[in-house]
């Protein structure tokens, strides 16, 4: 079973594939991504029941600094206060991690997860997620409201810098430097928002860790890909199987 790290959004024309990697791909039976159902027909009735609060407005619900943060931040990214206003606070702070790259030309249709499925699709190899958008969405979605503020709040605080670190999360990933890695996407949310770090990390890397336990008994090659954050770090889905008593060792 091979286990690479990948970037969900890069600039055009980026290079990520060396010889290891098209050798791993090659041998491998079936490909397991996060996501598989995050088609547009699928999402948006998700986002809008999960996602949608129009009884209560968002600026009903932060203090006056963080209400002219967001605002900031909507200008900055051209989008209307009012389009934010009536999501709920995951929603608001999804949008605006988005929102800055697109705008700094990366491009989502690019991102490695979506290339390696069209790949295995191509050779008529099965693609498989390790959750549903539903589940996905409801991470978001169940999150206790002080949690939910503390996820807009973290992604206010690095708003002005999301395209730059997006930058530099790619140029790390594309050296393999997974210190590098977890210093940039980890250690601040475990810092400063520890019961967010847990729900959103290390308690789905550990229900994947359970997940690719099991898999190992299928007796195939399995290519799994999620992003470079939850392989990196002392709570990365590595360290979680070792717990389970899964080897791993890294070969590139």
């Known amino acids: 079973m091979y ?7 890069l600039p055009p024309h980026t290079g990520w594939h060396y010889a290891a990697l098209d050798d791993a791909l090659k041998a491998s039976d079936v490909l397991y991504v996060e996501l598989v159902d995050d088609d547009q027909a699928t999402m948006q009735p998700l986002v809008t029941q999960y996602g949608i609060d129009v009884a209560h407005p968002l600026s009903g619900e932060l203090d006056a600094s963080d209400e002219q943060r967001l ?27 988005v929102a800055p790259i697109i705008k700094a030309g990366f491009d989502p249709e690019s991102g490695v997860d979506k290339q390696l499925r069209s790949t295995f699709a191509a050779t008529g190899k099965p693609v498989r997620g390790l959750e549903t ?45 997974v210190n590098a890695i977890a210093a940039l996407e980890n250690s601040d949310m475990r810092a400063k928002y520890p019961v967010l770090y847990k729900t959103l990390l290390i308690d789905r890397n550990h229900r994947w860790a359970q997940q690719i336990s099991q898999m190992l008994q299928q007796h195939r090659t399995i290519f799994i890909a999620v992003g470079a954050a939850h392989l990196a770090g002392p709570d990365d889905v590595q360290n979680q199987l070792q717990k389970l008593g899964v080897a791993v060792t890294r070969v590139h």
Not at 3 to 9: A, C, N, Q
Not at 79 to 95: E, G, N
Not at 141 to 170: C, F, G, M, N, W
């Open 3 to 9: 286990l690479f790290g990948t970037v969900h959004v």
């Open 71 to 97: 605002q900031a931040a909507a200008q900055t990214a051209g989008l209307p206060p009012q389009m934010l206003d009536v999501m709920k606070p995951w929603l608001a702070a999804v949008t605006l991690t």
């Open 133 to 177: 958008a539903e589940q996905q969405i409801s991470y978001f979605a169940d999150l206790p409201q002080p949690l939910e503020i503390s996820l807009l709040r973290s992604t206010l605080d690095d708003y002005d810098k999301a395209a730059t670190e997006l930058t530099e999360l790619v140029q790390d990933w594309q050296h393999g430097d």
